[in-house]
């Protein structure tokens, strides 16, 4: 019978298809290139695969601009490519989840020509279109993450029409029912292929206020500051009106319904509110019948990643996410790797992964962090990122995220490509490739395939319910228990040791695979610097 439940806890390891593995040596990743790097992923212990968009598109935003939702990219191979991935993928015991972008497409799109060529034809309302005000200036004040105004002047329409990204992007009219229905088709026709689940981009953007009404100022206090205003004036507005629509629940149950005809489909919504994050993430996920898990930017950022921090986060979630299903990413294409992000040891990855398979949600890793690469130096000449050239320097994009997988020390290429990678290899990472971690037993890769299989070997750890959070000093404890398994967990998160009391009743050690602590001869847990602490009772 199939797990009808499998993504719950799941671990999901997220592939870049551009920088995973190159095939046909154009220096650009593809699907045969996946295909031959699945058991290396398998090998990881992990449940699924996430793979980012590998859809026909002008490539603008590298893949987050889609001409065509039903077919590949020739760039990455073809459908037929794709149904070995995914045949490949479940014979090794993968599931593989998609990234659908449903909240715009590429201005390339068929649909868009056609919207754009009058303002009475079939496809007239499919896109966000609104006159401009009397004096020629766009129709509100709503501005684009990457940067400037969100809406750009069509000369043909003689109107606006909203991009909530690049310009290249415009926004799908969600209030229009039968685009919600042709993007319902989309989530069939890969349904009907095999796919097990979807990564949903930037579900919150999906309706935008019918009266399209001004938002107004952020309030200062929420601004977050290490953000230069040139960057991104975007953080100075309070996105009322222009994302987070209570319409949106309504189309994420349609959207569920069809999920819910098939035996085990599942979907993880890309949710970015850097204000109600997580607020959304419980309603989004709370029901059964929406999404099933929110994907959380709290450990995306640039806070350090301390106890406070952790069980601050878990106390939020607490109140606000009871019911629902959080998925946690330290990393991923858009932000800096978190080895570099949060200026991390060797030993602070250990400690940081070791935490995160004891979270309760369902977790994603990014490709190479496995590996603890750091985010890669690209010089302005060699920059991709339409956002990073635009802001350079004082933002240096998504690029240092995004360099090429390393498989390999023996060549410049890291055996990524026989040509010239699309991004180049970065130098720092070569020693820290695939292979040379496969024959050092101290390696983090090693490290990270221990703690997937500890979290695997645990039905607490994947499904069980957790106690609130502490904070004891510079560690975190809670414990997760599900049936009659009860598992204590503790993990300091500083070079500083710090001692945690036993708790109540009989426990014995595990995870001594992981460097887990046990107690002393004062009965009390010595925790090291960045030391585990874990275990079970009985
Ligand atoms: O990202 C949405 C999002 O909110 C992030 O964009 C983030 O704020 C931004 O990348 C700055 O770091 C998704 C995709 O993950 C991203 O790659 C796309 O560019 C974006 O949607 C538009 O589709
Ligand atoms: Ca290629």
């Known amino acids: ?251 994420l149950r349609r959207f569920r319904a069809v999920l819910d005809e098939y035996p085990a489909a599942t979907a993880v919504g890309e949710v970015g509110d850097a204000q109600r994050g997580l607020e959304i993430m419980g309603e989004y996920t709370a029901g059964d019948d929406k999404v099933h898990m929110c994907y959380s930017f709290e450990f995306l950022s640039g806070h350090a990643p301390t106890a406070d921090r952790f069980s601050e986060v878990m106390a939020r979630v607490d109140e606000v996410v009871s019911e629902g299903w959080a998925c946690w990413a330290f990393s991923n294409h858009d932000v800096i790797r978190h080895a570099s992000r949060w200026d991390l040891t060797p030993a602070a990855q250990r400690a940081l992964a070791t935490l995160m398979m004891c979270l309760r949600g369902s977790i994603c890793i990014y490709q190479g962090e496995e590996l603890g690469l750091p985010e890669a130096d690209v010089a302005f000449e060699d920059l991709q990122d339409p956002y990073g050239i635009e802001f350079w320097p004082e933002f240096k994009g998504r690029d240092g995220c995004r360099t090429p997988m390393v498989w390999e020390n023996s060549n410049q290429n890291g055996g990524f490509s026989e040509g010239r990678p699309w991004l180049p290899v970065s130098h720092a990472h070569l020693p820290l490739s695939v292979a040379a971690q496969e024959s050092n037993p101290a390696a983090l890769l090693h490290h990270y395939r221990r703690a997937i299989a500890f979290r695997k070997a645990h039905p607490s750890l994947v499904k069980g319910a957790h106690s609130p959070m502490k904070r004891v000093g510079t560690a975190v404890t809670f414990t997760r228990s599900h049936d009659d398994e009860t598992l204590f967990c503790a993990v300091n998160l500083s070079v500083d040791p710090c001692i945690v009391d036993m708790p109540e009743g009989v426990w014995h050690q595990v995870g001594q695979e992981l460097g887990s602590a046990g107690p002393g001869p004062d009965g009390k847990l010595h925790l090291g610097p960045w030391q585990p602490a874990l275990l079970l009772r009985g």
């Open 1 to 251: 019978a199939v797990d009808k439940d499998w993504w719950r806890g799941a671990v999901i390891y997220q592939i870049y298809p551009r920088s995973f593995q190159d095939s046909n040596g154009d220096g650009i990743g593809d699907l045969k290139g996946i295909t031959q790097r699945l058991p290396y992923v398998a090998s990881l212990g992990v449940d699924a695969i996430w793979i980012s968009p590998f859809f026909t598109s002008p490539m603008e935003d590298f893949g987050y601009d889609v001409s065509d939702y039903c077919d590949v990219d020739p760039m990455f191979g073809t459908l037929s490519d794709f149904d070995v991935l995914l045949d490949t993928a479940h014979k090794l015991g993968l599931k593989v989840m998609i990234d659908l972008v449903l909240s715009h497409t590429s201005d390339k799109h068929p649909w868009f020509a056609e919207s754009r060529a009058s303002r009475d034809n079939p496809k007239a309302d499919w896109y966000v279109w609104a006159d401009p005000k009397p004096d020629g200036t766009p129709p509100n004040n709503w501005l684009s993450i990457f940067g400037g105004p969100a809406w750009q002047w069509d000369g043909r329409r003689e109107q606006y029409y909203l991009h909530n990204f690049l310009t290249s992007q415009p926004d799908l009219n969600f209030h229009n029912p039968d685009v919600q229905d042709a993007l319902l088709d989309v989530v069939r026709f890969w349904l009907d292929r095999g796919v097990d689940g979807f990564r949903l981009d930037t579900i919150n953007f999906y309706f935008a206020d019918k009266q399209l009404r001004d938002n107004p100022p952020l309030p200062v206090e929420m601004r977050d500051s290490s953000i230069a205003p040139r960057v991104n004036p975007y953080n100075h507005q309070h996105h009322i009106h222009s994302k987070n629509q209570p319409e949106n629940l309504e189309f």
